[in-house]
């Protein structure tokens, strides 16, 4: 790790804030309102469907986009007073890997050195050092045509950190890629936040937000509807959930009264697999006793489990559509 790197996100205070932000396209408003803040050197994971308002928040903090009302700041410039300012502390990989296919991955990273004002010498050293960085050594001198999708995505994130940025904006970084490639881009990530990066990280992977970000935005339809972080945003919609898989249909209403009678809840039912559910807040205890009601009432149970909420039940328990359904117009 260069000294540089060691150094990114080092300013106190908060890295990112953004206040009321607005923005429509013609009857439709993208943003309603948005606030968001960033401590410096941690990741918030601005989550939200297709369509929910995550890019254009991530372009007017960019200032790729001016917003129609509010304000933002980015590692102490104001977006819209000092753009050059935003521009020059930022480094940011979009949703589709903006590489030159024509060029090595060598030449890719010189050139936005050399972009960005690096000596000759400075921008060649710079670029082997993030190829080696992002295990891409052995191809940099290859073109990047015949890079896989996941060496793109890792040489567009290199490419994002040429001018070593305090702040790093992710957007949706894992759009496209396999399960492997998935797991390899969040290892290069946190590889990032090692060395003190400040980042956000738009997604709608809720995985990817629970495994990477210290805090969480849940944004949908232009409005932030939830933050905090991952356990506290589960904790909003209550304790574990007991759910079994009983034999037969006709056990099922058995099955229902023995759950609700250990729940918190009215017991969830799914007709075609004869599944039941319920919420419990004495976990195990709650198994237990719920097991021994079923024996007594002669119902089968093919499976059971005991699980803690996921961001997948929040975010349907929030919206009421899944994280991946696109978020029709307003």
Known sequence: MSESDRGMGGQSGVAVRARGLVKSYGSTRALDGVD???????????????????????????TLLRPDEGE??????DVLADPDGVRRSIGLSGQYAAVDENLTGFENLYLVGRLYGKRKAEARERARELLRRFQLDEAGDRPAKGYSGGMRRRLDLAGALVAEPSVVVLDEPTTGLDPRGRIDMWEVIEQLVATGATVLLTTQYLEEADRLADSIVVIDKGKVIARGTADELKAQIGGERLNLVVAEQEQIP????????VGTSEATVDEHSRRVE?????????????????????????????????????????????AEEEVPAS
Do not use: C, M, W, Y
């Not at 929910?52 to 007017?60: D, P, Q, Y």
């Not at 058995?254 to 009678?261: C, F, T, W, Y």
């Open 254 to 261: 058995a099955a229902v009264r023995v759950l609700e009678s």
């Open 72 to 77: 933002a700041e980015v590692a102490g410039h």
């Open 36 to 62: 968001l803040e960033i401590p410096t050197g941690q990741v918030l994971g601005l989550l939200g469907p297709n369509g929910a308002g995550k890019t254009t928040t991530v372009r007017i903090l960019t």
């Open 278 to 322: 319920v919420l419990v807040d004495t976990g195990p205890k709650a198994l237990v006793e719920a097991l021994r009601l079923l024996d007594a009432e002669r119902v089968t149970v093919q499976d059971v489990g005991l699980h803690r909420p996921t961001l997948d039940d929040v975010f349907l328990a929030l919206t009421g559509h899944g």
